[in-house]
């Protein structure tokens, strides 16, 4: 601000006023420049030290949860019944729980001509995992800002 003036005052004294403000103006705009430069460079610094161990705990925590999504919990029920409907009502039970029935089986020898009334209910699900709350969009964004360039987690 002290510089500026006095090349403005000393401008104006020997006639060159504009060139030498111009001037002025552009080293200090230069010098301000670099500043909020390094400013802001040493921000950036302070905030990747601030949230680093966020940004890798929510990194481990998203590649847990992806896994999730490629594994399968299994369930097998013994069921007391040869009635076709109270086997719907079962298997409609577990289907609202998010079981899918994959296979079922008699577990036990029946008489000729008879249905058995014991059976085996094989059934698996998709644990449950938070993605599967995401928007797709949304989840495609996230893994693209977490693998980034280099696997450092800024945006691509």
Same mark, same amino acid.
């Given at each position: 601000?002290?510089?500026?003036?006095?090349?403005a005052l000393?401008? !104006?004294?020997?006639?060159? $006023?504009?060139? &030498?403000?111009? %001037? +002025?103006?552009?080293?200090?705009?230069?010098?301000?420049?670099? /500043? !909020?430069?390094?400013?802001? $460079?040493?921000? &950036?610094?302070? %905030? +990747?030290?601030?949230?680093?161990?966020?940004?890798?705990?929510? /990194?481990?925590?998203?590649?847990?949860?992806?896994?999730?999504?490629?594994?399968?919990?299994?369930?097998?029920?013994?069921?007391?019944?040869?009635?076709?409907?109270?086997l719907t009502?079962?298997?409609?039970?577990?289907?609202?729980?998010?079981?899918?029935?994959?296979?079922?089986?008699?577990?036990?020898?029946?008489?000729?001509?008879?249905?058995?009334?014991?059976?085996?209910?094989?059934?698996?699900?998709?644990?449950?995992?938070?993605?599967?709350?995401?928007?797709?969009?949304?989840?495609?964004?996230?893994?693209?800002?977490?693998?980034?360039?280099?696997?450092?987690?800024?945006?691509?």
């Amino acid at each position: 601000m002290y510089v500026r003036r006095t090349l403005a005052l000393l401008g !104006l004294v020997l006639g060159v $006023a504009a060139p &030498l403000a111009a %001037r +002025a103006e552009a080293a200090t705009t230069a010098t301000a420049g670099q /500043r !909020l430069k390094q400013d802001l $460079a040493e921000l &950036l610094r302070q %905030r +990747a030290a601030e949230y680093g161990p966020l940004l890798d705990s929510l /990194r481990k925590r998203s590649t847990a949860e992806l896994e999730k999504m490629t594994q399968w919990e299994y369930h097998v029920v013994k069921v007391h019944t040869a009635d076709p409907v109270t086997l719907t009502d079962y298997l409609n039970q577990w289907g609202k729980q998010g079981w899918e029935c994959f296979q079922v089986v008699s577990s036990a020898p029946s008489a000729a001509g008879q249905l058995p009334q014991e059976y085996l209910i094989f059934l698996r699900r998709r644990p449950s995992s938070l993605l599967t709350q995401i928007p797709l969009r949304d989840l495609m964004r996230m893994m693209l800002i977490m693998i980034g360039e280099g696997g450092d987690g800024q945006e691509p």
